[in-house]
């Protein structure tokens, strides 16, 4: 039962792409993570996901349309729905999804992050 | 796949201790909340509950300590702990926990919230 300051906790690391767990609870995850650049196209299977934006803004693109999410916003993406992040300046985001969800869901490729740290 | 705007869905309330459900994945609820005032000690037997703050501050009491929690920040409060949010102030919470969370756990009373809207 210790509180979490999310801007202390994201002052800890500096790389994209590379989410760090942060809490726990009823089989969630709850990650921060910073993004720069283009993402890979990719689902999770089973796992729904939130993307709450601390920081900044990016897209979320869909195969249908792009939605831009901006600091105190949150978009949910439901499992199986094809999605690609995009920043085209740094963001930094807090994710809710599932223990174990994998970062680029059924994609892999060199993005991909398997084992994730607590910070 | 509409994102959600946290002040712009705080603006359409302003009663305390009543949640309102924003967002729903993975079994769990996601919720806006005003607090002023004392709540009800409780505990939720099945439940870890997440409490983060979108504006002001509040104190969430134990039975051995108070931890305050300010704007930025959140806490989880694990199954079967007993707790007490107080706000000297009022607060404006996200909380995320499993749906079909009862606001007042195991201490029902005047305060409890059986059905829930969501804006």
Do not use: C, Y
Not at 80 to 106: C, I, K, Q, W, Y
Not at 108 to 117: F, M, P, V
């Amino acid at each position: 039962m210790t509180k979490i300051n999310i801007q202390e906790k994201l002052s800890r690391f500096s790389d994209h792409w590379h989410p760090r767990i942060v809490g726990e609870l009823n089989g969630q995850h709850v990650k921060l993570v910073k993004f720069q650049g283009e993402f890979v196209w990719h689902r999770h299977e089973e796992e729904d996901e939130l993307f709450f934006v601390v920081d900044g803004a990016f897209d979320i693109e869909f195969r249908d349309k792009t939605v831009r999410v901006k600091a105190g916003e949150f978009l949910i993406v439901p499992r199986g729905v094809e999605h690609r992040p995009v920043a085209e300046e740094e963001v930094s985001v807090m994710l809710f999804e599932p223990a174990g969800t994998l970062n680029t869901g059924d994609a892999g490729g060199a993005l991909t992050r398997g084992e994730l740290d607590w910070i």
